[in-house]
């Protein structure tokens, strides 16, 4: 197995090209995760939202998580822009756009080709049918390369557990899988957010442009970012005014195909770093044992060559406790060879 120059850049460009790519590629035929023409999705549009955070409350009760921490009304909360968290799977943040609040929501966008889902040694990620990215905590090993790929900052890890797990919205699969319609989407009071299928979703976000030239920006955030993601933003003004400058023109090409070549010497890494561990120990092994029976023959030449007396010390020795014999077989065997050398001398 080989890699190239160019493949390995590829890697350890990854986390630039998440930040942003200024090249707008083509998505890929050779797709790692299969998409279902019934995928689902959500569309967030923007200008529709007020900021009443009542999604927020709803995606806490949903997933039995503490209310949110700042109540709603206080509007506090907008002084500065937020990421979500252990205890908060989604928030919305507020960004001033001439003069003129506009508010976005943020939360794991479940990419059509999650970068997440790619790195896991483990399988811990996994992208469903129906569209959200599904984790499993029982066989997490809490590497955190999921946290790490993704190009939207949308997973948190729960430090303070004693068995943490990495946390992000869910779209509410379990709601979903059941005909529900996700928590978030059925609490908006203004209609912001729409579940649907994705294909559903695209035809209507193009609709309202085009009923409405002047109120929304030609561009639907989320139909070819990276591969596409299953959360939509149709919005009046460029995403890159609503917090996504990194990702104002993000590549079409999904992170998995461009992180193939780097990624595919994981698995030769893993396979060959535990027999190289083994080898270097048998060496190391090895080389002390030859050590240890080189000294044992210098010990037992020295008998062969030591006087009466000096047999008679080394018996005695050898009587004495454990502790102290190694001591005094090394002494005996120095006075030993010290006599012999001064025989040789005296003849």
């Known amino acids: 197995m080989s890699i190239s120059r160019r493949g390995f850049l590829s890697g350890l460009g990854a986390t ?10 083509q ?3 050779h797709s790692t995760f299969p998409i279902p023409d019934g995928r689902m999705g959500l569309l967030h549009d923007s200008t529709y939202c007020v900021g009443c955070r009542a999604c927020e409350v709803a995606c806490n009760r949903v997933n039995e998580l503490p209310p949110p921490d700042q109540p709603i009304g206080d509007l506090s909360v907008f002084d500065r822009e937020r990421r979500t968290t252990d205890t908060a799977l989604t928030v919305v943040n507020r960004y001033r756009v001439d003069d003129v609040d506009v508010f976005r929501k943020h939360q794991c966008m479940h990419c059509n080709e999650p970068s997440c889902a790619s790195v896991c ?10 569209g959200p990215v599904l984790y499993d905590p029982d066989v997490c090993v809490g590497c955190r390369y999921c946290m790490m790929t993704c190009p939207y900052y949308a997973l948190a890890y729960e430090y303070e557990s004693p068995n943490p797990r990495v946390v992000r919205c869910t779209m509410c699969y379990p709601r979903i899988v059941e005909g529900q319609v996700p928590g978030c989407a059925e609490a908006c009071p203004m209609g912001a957010i729409t579940y649907g299928r994705r294909s559903d979703l695209l035809h209507q976000a193009r609709e309202r442009i085009a009923e409405h030239p002047g109120r929304y920006v030609e561009h639907v955030f989320g139909e070819h970012e990276f591969g596409g993601t299953s959360w939509l933003l149709l919005a009046g003004t460029s995403p890159s005014r609503l917090g996504l400058a990194s990702l104002e023109n993000a590549s079409h090409t999904p992170l998995p195909e461009l992180t193939k070549s780097f990624l595919s010497v994981v698995p030769l890494v893993l396979t060959l770093w535990p027999g190289l561990l083994l080898g270097f120990y048998a060496m190391t092994k090895r080389r002390e ?4 029976a080189e000294a044992r023959a210098r010990v037992v030449e020295a008998l062969l060559s030591a006087d009466e007396e ?3 010390k080394l ?8 502790k102290d014999k190694e001591k005094a077989i090394a002494q005996a065997v120095k006075k030993a060879l010290e006599e012999q050398a001064a025989k040789g001398g005296a003849s």
């Open 16 to 25: 630039a090209l998440a930040c942003g790519s200024t090249e707008a590629g």
């Open 27 to 29: 998505h890929t035929e």
């Open 121 to 130: 040694l483990v399988r811990a990620l996994v992208k469903s049918p129906e």
């Open 289 to 292: 044992e030859v050590s240890e």
């Open 310 to 312: 000096t047999k008679t």
């Open 315 to 322: 018996a005695a020795a050898a009587a004495r406790s454990e």
